[in-house]
């Protein structure tokens, strides 16, 4: 089975996904049938377009000069390429304005203006209008997911349907790992915040700007997600009650450590409130995770508590995020 996809935004986790499609090509099609042809590939000034599918090796070999290739087309947008290429599903992987969802936002609900599937590696347009592009979705027979926008590869989303008999009343969670990795650093070294904060840029976790991350605004919009998601709420970023990690300082770690305790910046779903804030939890929680780990306690009303961990960010493993979405979309839609 042939699907057309057109890719918006080669930045790292677009490129990233251009190498997975690569190496996978051929596993895809023993194991699914699946021939996933890569169409466009749109970047804010032009696409590069090939209605037989692009050549991903030549792209990948050109690097950041892929403009010099015949196929780019100058100020070609995705809704010039919908109808013309056939495409079946759009990812969308662009940097976002935290505050609008924008460019991303528009490129989502064009795509299922357009009949077009949707996956999507942003959480901006998520966080602030999930109840819309759910329902644009909906009306108009679409499939629209987003499992890299929360946590990347860990199945924070997708673990809805695993757990569908069941049902998940509260969670806990550490989604930003830029926080993660500074609490860590500053408890296990004693190091000053600052200097974390600047091992974590240099990981290049961070987000470009970094108080997205320190002040709980990333953690929060994930949160809406899942809580969206998970529980069936219908909230907005706007919903959440956020306090950073900005004011920890070496020796209040120093005084919970003294007690025998961990200060974390969690991501909190309980009863009726969401709070993303630094809390103090015991050595043995399943929460005291090191590094730019993410993890996520899921209390649920028949089993008690699942746990899920893994890395929450990063190229590939986003990249391998949107691939799952991908062929669960082409399986769905048989
Ligand atoms: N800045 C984010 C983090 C990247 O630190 O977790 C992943 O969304």
Redesign the pocket.
Known sequence: MDIKICLIGKGNVGTSLIELLKEKSEILNEKFNLNIKMVAIVEYDGALINEDGINLEEVLSKGERFRELPYWKVDSKPTDLYKKLDINICVEATPTNPNTGEPALSHIMEALNNGINVVSSN?GPFYLKYQQIEDLAKNNNLIVKYEASVA?VVPALSIADCLIGNQITRIKAI?????N?ILSRMAAEGITFSKALKE?QELG???TDPT??IEGF??AG?LVILANKLLGWRKTIKDVKIKGISKITPQTIELAKSDGLIIKHLAIVDEDELIVEPRLIERDSPLNISG?L?VMELQTKYAGPIVLMGR??GGPEAASAILNDLINIVKKRG
Request: overall charge negative; charged content about 25%.
């Open positions: 959480k990347s989604l930003n790992g830029t926080c990795y974590a976790i961070a987000e997205l991350d990333d953690a994930k730019t993410n929450g960010a």
